[in-house]
T-cell receptor, first 113, second 113 residues
Framework: DGGITQSPKYLFRKEGQNVTLSCEQN?????MYWYRQDPGQGLRLIYY???????QKGDIAEGYSVSREKKESFPLTVTSAQKNPTAFYLC????????????FGSGTRLTVV | AQSVAQPEDQVNVAEGNPLTVKCTYS??????LFWYVQYPNRGLQFLLK??????LVKGSYGFEAEFNKSQTSFHLKKPSALVSDSALYFC???????????FGAGTRLFVKA
């Protein structure tokens, strides 16, 4: 949605496999976030990054890793250590101030097969 | 602990009737409050926010929300519901001094023709 591109839209992972979800933005926003959405649980924060080359763990970071080498890009890797990765993953951005509300991507649905 | 609660999993209204989706918050300090809407297999879209000032906030698609400090509520309202308003609605709070947004679990709105 808007200036955030998440790919792929659907992703299937085999047991023991690492997979990487892409998030690219052209909004020139400083902060980027990864959320996981499960039915009835709302959104839970996985990782966030407020500036390039820096990122922080959120509430459920175990089994996930990220990088922020460019302002535009914030990929999320779901590792084999994440035992229950089936979920809808949302990338979001904020401009420099937190008071504007998030802009969200259209999401990636990850399924373990 | 800071929290945002949406007490109803689902709200059903008839088209043309007013709708209310409830949200309460628990906070120390002054909250910044937001409403987002999510359509199936899509990211969340920003609807409106309360930062300070007038307690009645107007947003996108004819929605409005009323901030009530004494009741610690931020209910979403619309005078006349449309079938196209059927979606999942999230309330969220960002607390002064905080670094991340807290989301409610979501309320599914069904508008029947």
């Amino acid at each position: 949605d808007g200036g955030i591109t998440q790919s792929p839209k659907y992703l299937f992972r085999k047991e023991g496999q690492n997979v990487t979800l892409s998030c690219e933005q052209n909004l020139n926003h400083d902060a980027m976030y990864w959320y996981r959405q499960d039915p009835g649980q709302g959104l839970r924060l996985i990782y966030y990054s407020q500036i390039v080359n820096d990122f922080q763990k959120g509430d459920i970071a175990e089994g996930y890793s990220v990088s922020r080498e460019k302002k535009e890009s914030f990929p999320l890797t779901v590792t084999s250590a994440q035992k229950n990765p089936t979920a809808f993953y949302l990338c979001a951005t904020l401009p420099g101030g937190d008071l504007y509300g998030y802009t969200f991507g259209s999401g990636t649905r990850l399924t373990v097969v | 602990a800071q929290s945002v609660a949406q007490p109803e999993d689902q709200v059903n209204v008839a088209e043309g009737n007013p709708l209310t989706v409830k949200c309460t918050y628990s906070v120390s300090g002054n909250p910044y409050l937001f409403w987002y809407v999510q359509y199936p297999n899509r990211g969340l879209q920003f609807l409106l926010k309360y930062i300070t000032g007038d307690n009645l906030v107007k947003g996108s698609y004819g929605f409005e929300a009323e901030f009530n400090k004494s009741q610690t509520s931020f209910h979403l309202k619309k005078p006349s519901a449309l079938v196209s308003d059927s979606a999942l609605y999230f309330c969220a709070g960002l607390y002064t001094g905080g670094f991340k947004t807290i989301f409610g679990a979501g309320t599914r709105l069904f508008v029947k023709a």
